[in-house]
């Protein structure tokens, strides 16, 4: 059994935090590399030109590089070996949302109820998906999503006989709706199978994994390069202005599911991937062992 | 009065002018200078009652740019944080409202109704597109920014900002031209 005290579960989240705002990750920046050698659109160029700066100048400068810091969620694998102790796991992680927010000139983006619409000036609650793992290890991974590309994110329940040119089809038709609004180039998340909700959480989880690799089963990842593809021929382009990138990636996830159903849900990314996952230590070197960027365990 | 800059981009100063508005056309390029004020869904909330009752906005937004955005916060020693737009379709709702009452900007990213792009004919209206995930580029060309109403609504208080040379491109003219419509036909494949 091994104990990680609250204290250093809030640190780490507090970190991530910033990171995840001030810092897009190089798989990232890479895309965008990848994407200006293929743009046509010289107003597309400049956008991804504009981007890759904008990134730049918010690691050096430790401004988010978008103002819209999100709704952090919070992928939890906690190990069957672990004991956490100090205090409440969900409480250590909002501690460290506040603390985060706050202490790093993010911005408060989330009310209180979705009625009143009352700031709760910290960013709290953040959403946590918790995941019993075997092991003595902790990993939290962070996003902090944003909203406009969140408010694209749609859920449909196929049927067997709408088969898998369905399925290419409800992700391009996610991918045409969102358009210019979810600030493109995007990524698409897509949970298929299990249950409804079980869908919607495959779609968020599958935005963590390293855009541009490939999906370790080969049939889901010639899927993913060909809806990219025709993604990629919508002529959307960068924010909209016409062009040849509007998808950077197709993340897809698939679990097993019921002989009447094929659930797929799509959650929108945009560009400004605000992703940071990693693991805390016991207090005194609480990120000593961040897992590599972009994987995951 | 609209010049256009020997690099082809047009410099963009309000107040705007109806002759300034129908100068500007779906994907032109320009840099504004001069005053914004930022507004998004909370503000725009509270101006509704106060349109449908005839009372007088906390801004005047006669010949204004409306740029919806709601930044972060400055670090010490900053103008503002990171300052990039919103998706304009939630603010669908107001704008042929503020459009009728004289406003001649919006600053947002994604599109809009069809009943805003009416509203931008029937009034000469301009809606600009900024680079949406590009705030903290966007903070360098704030140069001063201060709360001038609601300041309860946090980031989303009205603000008016001056800019210098603010990038930001036309996506709906006052003609009916619309830059995403006419992107996409041009790269789709």
Known sequence: MREIHVSAITDAVKKLCMEANYELEPDMLRAFDRALQTERSPAGRQVLQLLKENAELARTRKIPYCQDTGFVVCFV???????VVGGLLEEAINEGVRQGYTEGYLRASIVRSPFDRKNTGDNTPAVVHLELVPGPQLKIM???????CENRSKYKML????????????ILECIRTAGPDACPPLIAGVGVGGTFEKAALLSKKALFRELGSSNPDPAVDAIEKEVLDR?????????????????????????????????VAVTI????????????????????????????? | MIKTAPDGIKEVVPP??????????????????GILYTGRDAAHARFLPLMDEEQPLPIDVRGQILYYTGPSPARPGMVIGSVGPTTGSRMDKYAPKLLALGLKGMMGKGSRSREVREALKRHKGVYFGAVGGAGAILSQFVKKAE???????GTEAIRRLEVENFPAIVVNDCHGGDLYEEGMRQYAR
Do not use: F
């Open chain 1, 269 to 297: 990314e945009c560009h400004a991937h605000r992703a940071a996952p990693g693991a805390p230590r016991p207090p005194r070197h609480p990120l000593a062992d961040l897992a590599p960027h972009g994987t995951l365990a």
């Open chain 1, 231 to 263: 993604a990629n021929r919508l002529g959307i382009g960068p924010q909209g202005y016409g062009g040849d990138t509007t998808a950077l990636g197709i993340h897809i996830l698939t679990y097993p599911c019921h002989i009447t159903s094929l659930p």
């Open chain 1, 142 to 148: 962070v996003m902090a999503k944003g909203g406009g």
């Open chain 1, 77 to 83: 694998e906690l190990g069957q070996d672990v004991y």
């Open chain 2, 147 to 153: 709360v001038i109403a609601y300041e309860d609504l």
């Open chain 2, 16 to 33: 705007l002018s109806d002759a300034d508005v129908e100068a500007l056309r779906a994907g032109d390029r320009v840099r504004i200078s």
């Open chain 1, 159 to 170: 049927t067997p006989a709408d088969g898998l040119e369905g399925v290419k089809e409800w």
